[in-house]
């Protein structure tokens, strides 16, 4: 798997949504799939006794950071938590550009740390 290749699924996940719900759907189905002890996804229903579920948010846990995203109506709000022996030190605001960019950055870290990394993280590339 070539260094690049969660960098072009991050712009290929951004180019393909028509908007950010979607894209937020199909980024916590396919981080869900990939890293289910790492991810974590919040839904809420769409109305009121409705059974149809929105991701309200989602984070993921890799290495010392947590990637956050939570949805404020059609707007998604996104941080970036640094954590030394469980307790956050550092925590900022993103843009969703620059959420997935670090996002992408972090999971090619992770891919390189073992094969069942890697074969786990190329399925969230499918």
């Known amino acids: 798997m070539g260094e690049l290749s969660f960098d072009l699924a991050a712009s290929a996940w951004r180019a393909n949504a028509t908007d950010t719900g979607s894209l937020v759907e199909a980024l916590a189905s396919k981080l869900e799939g990939a890293l289910p002890s790492e991810t974590r996804v919040q839904r809420r229903s769409t109305r009121r006794f409705s059974s149809e579920k929105r991701v309200a948010a ?69």
Do not use: P
């Open 58 to 126: 989602i984070e993921t846990t890799l290495g010392d950071h947590t990637y956050q995203l939570s949805m404020n109506g059609d707007a998604a709000e996104c941080r970036r938590s640094k954590s030394v022996r469980g307790v956050v030190i550092k925590s900022e605001r993103l843009s969703l550009d620059a959420w997935l960019e670090a996002l992408s950055a972090a999971l090619t870290d992770k891919a390189r740390e073992s094969e069942t990394a890697r074969t786990a993280l190329e399925r969230l590339l499918e």
